[in-house]
């Protein structure tokens, strides 16, 4: 259990100190999309913090050993989602800018650590456990991954977005029953990152 304890304080550390880090350096990095990543950065964190507070859990435990499930979760996830991306840039042999490639990459880390992780954290663990007294069970699922179907309508203003995302939220439920919070993390991360077309972005597509 200390462990646990030592690895869940250490990974909110690093978690915390990346999001003050990009905060910071917001404009350097992300340049004329400053605002949009300085608010990103707020928002979830008032986001993670606040659902914290208002079901009083802490965040989830997890091993030192459950690291390597974020890389099996994206990885696996990754190689569904753009192999036929990598292989369409690949044969039209086109390369991004290197400020192309550093804005992809700085989202790229802005979308892992910023919100597939509090995600996760409030959708497939906090919510999922406050609704279903302590552990995660079906009736618990349907509701927390609904509620994160809604929170994308509320930022995207999209029903379609909204309908994937609730599929997608019950997929990464299954994928947290087997690989942890983490490995359901790396899945998320690798969507995302599919999703909002940085890899091909880093490709020159």
Known sequence: MAQRIAVNVTLTAVVVIGWIFLLINAPAIYGQYADIAARTLTIYL??????????????????????FNFFIGFFATAVIL?????????????????????????????????????EEVVFRDLLPRAIGGGKPNVFSDIISNVLFGFFHFAVTGSFAVMGILMALGFIWAQVRNRLGILGATGSHFAWNLAALGILPKIMGV
């Open 82 to 118: 753009l192999l036929v991306t990598v292989f369409v840039s690949l044969q039209q042999g086109q390369f991004a800018s290197f400020e192309t490639i550093k804005l992809a990459t700085a989202f790229g880390f802005l979308h892992a650590f910023v919100k597939a992780w509090p």
């Open 46 to 67: 008032l986001l993670i913090s606040g659902m914290t507070l208002a079901t009083g859990l802490s965040l989830p435990q997890i091993q030192i050993t459950e690291g």
